[in-house]
T-cell receptor
Framework: EAGVVQSPRYKIIEKKQPVAFWCNPISGHNTLYWYLQNLGQGPELLIR????????DSQLPKDRFSAERLKGVDSTLKIQPAELGDSAVYLCASSLGTSGGETQYFGPGTRLLVL | QKEVEQNSGPLSVPEGAIASLNCTYS??????FFWYRQYSGKSPELIMFIYSNGDKEDGRFTAQLNKASQYVSLLIRDSQPSDSATYLCAVSVSGGTSYGKLTFGQGTILTVHP
């Protein structure tokens, strides 16, 4: 069974440019998460989806970050405009959700460098 | 006070020894506890989870939970150099809108030397 897929794996952009990350969760997983991980820190939740609905976006900086999960499968996280401090690893995770379990499985992540 | 605290390490143990990784949490409503391993440059991978007080064993790994003390630990027996990684403790307050919301510690760096 395929795991969580993310793309791109690496992205280098200049500040003030837009950037987008894509995630395809494990098949059948209703819950999808976007995390941010800074060097030497644990992942921090940005947003959590139950199917199409964003049930927890309290940690998402809404002035520059946006996310969507159309049709309740794939998801896109966007930053516009990017700032130097956004350099980090963006992780996507999925779980079966309320229907079957909260254990989360992570994708490989997207490493973002903002110059 | 951080919600989930871990000693950042590094923790260095010789090959074959027992590595003990500790984690404390502040929310008494926490019900689910997870240990993830993260190799450098890679994403976290689940080692094991524990819900009930006591010990849970899986191969060389044993998770220990003490809800009264708000403490969870991971023991790695017969440590191998391949166990060298960062170990992340994650805690979930299950139920309601918080279902599945994990709060991670900063991780403990483990080095197993030959």
């Amino acid at each position: 069974e395929a795991g969580v897929v993310q793309s791109p794996r690496y992205k280098i952009i200049e500040k003030k440019q837009p950037v987008a990350f894509w995630c395809n969760p494990i098949s059948g997983h209703n819950t999808l998460y976007w995390y941010l991980q800074n060097l030497g820190q644990g992942p921090e939740l940005l947003i959590r989806y139950e199917n199409e609905e964003a049930v927890d976006d309290s940690q998402l900086p809404k002035d520059r970050f946006s996310a969507e999960r159309l049709k309740g499968v794939d998801s896109t996280l966007k930053i516009q405009p990017a700032e130097l401090g956004d350099s980090a690893v963006y992780l996507c995770a999925s779980s079966l959700g309320t229907s079957g379990g909260e254990t989360q499985y992570f994708g490989p992540g997207t490493r973002l460098l903002v110059l | 006070q951080k919600e989930v605290e871990q000693n950042s390490g590094p923790l260095s143990v010789p090959e074959g020894a027992i590595a003990s990784l500790n984690c404390t949490y502040s929310d008494r409503g926490s019900q689910s506890f997870f240990w993830y391993r993260q190799y450098s440059g890679k994403s976290p991978e689940l080692i094991m989870f524990i819900y009930s007080n006591g010990d849970k064993e899986d191969g060389r790994f044993t998770a220990q939970l003490n809800k009264a003390s708000q403490y969870v630990s991971l023991l790695i027996r017969d440590s191998q150099p391949s166990d060298s990684a960062t170990y992340l403790c994650a805690v979930s307050v299950s139920g309601g809108t918080s279902y599945g919301k994990l709060t991670f510690g900063q991780g403990t760096i483990l080095t197993v030397h030959p």
